[in-house]
Nanobody, 116 residues
Framework: QVQLVESGGGLVQPGGSLTLSCAAS????????MSWYRQALGKERELVAF????????NYADSVKGRFFISRDNPKNTVYLQMNSLKPEDTAVYYC?????????WGQGTQVTVSS
């Protein structure tokens, strides 16, 4: 079955950096686009970044453009989110998502807290 497991979240000071990882299994990873979403407390889940398969085009929310970078390592079945110049408003639970044969799959999420 499809599984997505995020890791790499934590507490970071404003201006700092974190790299999130999402390890995928149960499907042919290189054949599917992957995305990162986030959900802040009391807010709706929003798309942060998207990468096509097998790993070309990327797209970002305006709020993270130029600070966040999505990438994928197909042999390792892993998608990454490099987050730089973090701001308090980036605080949220971050989820990776895959749509496999029209079904959406989500990881359990990883908490990112940006605070001094």
């Amino acid at each position: 079955q499809v599984q997505l497991v995020e890791s790499g979240g934590g507490l970071v000071q404003p201006g700092g950096s974190l790299t999130l990882s999402c390890a995928a299994s149960g499907f042919t990873f290189s054949s599917y686009a992957m995305s990162w979403y986030r959900q802040a407390l009391g807010k709706e889940r929003e798309l942060v970044a998207f990468i096509t398969s097998p790993g070309g085009a990327t797209n970002y929310a305006d709020s993270v453009k130029g600070r966040f970078f999505i990438s994928r390592d197909n042999p390792k079945n892993t998608v990454y989110l490099q987050m730089n110049s973090l701001k308090p408003e980036d605080t949220a639970v971050y989820y990776c998502k895959a749509v496999v044969i029209r079904a959406a799959y989500w990881g359990q999420g990883t908490q990112v807290t940006v605070s001094s």
